[in-house]
């Protein structure tokens, strides 16, 4: 069963600090999403990951990935209030079938205070 | 931009009730799907919809779940009996075809609907 976690569940930080959420998951997969949810809200695809040692930024958020450790990071940058969301990553649960299948973590719920 | 769109926003039921929860997806996507989340928790799979059948569907999509595609815009999510435990946000999703590409494994969701039951 893929599992995907994601640490930490909470984060409070302050704006202009940096700070990095993490996302293990269980099994092979080259696939790997970003998400964030502001509260009531649909979640807006932020990043996607396909291949091992991707990078991909935008403005002050960066996501990584690393295939061989199973393991994404979302990096923060100088965080700035409209940040504040909830972050969720998500990994494809089945290559053959419709490829949309996505198993997500508990998601990261991040507060930017002044 | 073109969007997913869900109604109702919010349904209030009473327990044991059938409830259909709508959704129009992308015009030019042709996968679709219904997540859920429970308040407070993560976004759970229930069910991926393509060429007019179901192509996955996860353990929590039992017999009372069905989805259909009743015309070529709508595609509806059915609950035949709702229970307590059903409460929950529900998203509908679409997705472009092909693979391979960044972009079209996207799912774009709409903005959810919210089902309360009582």
């Known amino acids: 069963e893929l599992k995907v976690e994601q640490n930490p569940l909470f984060l409070s930080m302050q704006e202009g600090k940096n700070y990095t959420i993490y996302c293990n998951y269980s099994t092979t997969s080259d696939r790997l999403y970003w998400y964030r949810q502001d509260p009531g809200k649909s979640l807006e695809s932020l990043f996607v990951l396909l291949s091992n040692g991707a990078v991909k930024q935008e403005g002050r958020l960066m996501a990584s990935l690393d295939t061989k450790a199973r393991l994404s990071t979302l990096h923060i940058t100088a965080a700035v209030h409209d940040l504040s969301a909830t972050y969720f990553c998500?990994?494809?649960?089945?290559?053959?079938?419709?490829?949309?299948?996505?198993?997500f973590g508990k998601g990261t719920k991040l507060s930017v205070k002044p | 931009e073109p969007e997913v769109t869900q109604t109702p926003s919010h349904q209030v039921t009473q327990m044991g009730q059938e409830v259909i929860l709508r959704c129009v997806p992308i015009s030019n996507h042709l996968y679709f799907y219904w997540y859920r989340q429970i308040l407070g928790q993560k976004v759970e799979f229930l069910v991926s919809f393509y060429n007019n059948e179901i192509s996955e569907k996860s353990e929590i999509f039992d017999d009372q779940f069905s989805v259909e595609r009743p015309d070529g815009s709508n595609f509806t999510l059915k609950i035949r009996s709702t229970k307590l435990e059903d409460s929950a946000m529900y998203f509908c999703?679409?997705?472009?075809?092909?693979?391979?590409?960044?972009?079209?494994?996207?799912?774009?969701f709409g903005a959810g609907s919210r089902l309360t039951v009582l």
């Open positions: 999703a679409s997705r472009k075809p092909g693979t391979g590409v960044a972009g079209a494994n996207v799912l774009t």
């Open positions: 998500a990994v494809v649960m089945n290559y053959g079938g419709s490829q949309g299948n996505l198993i």
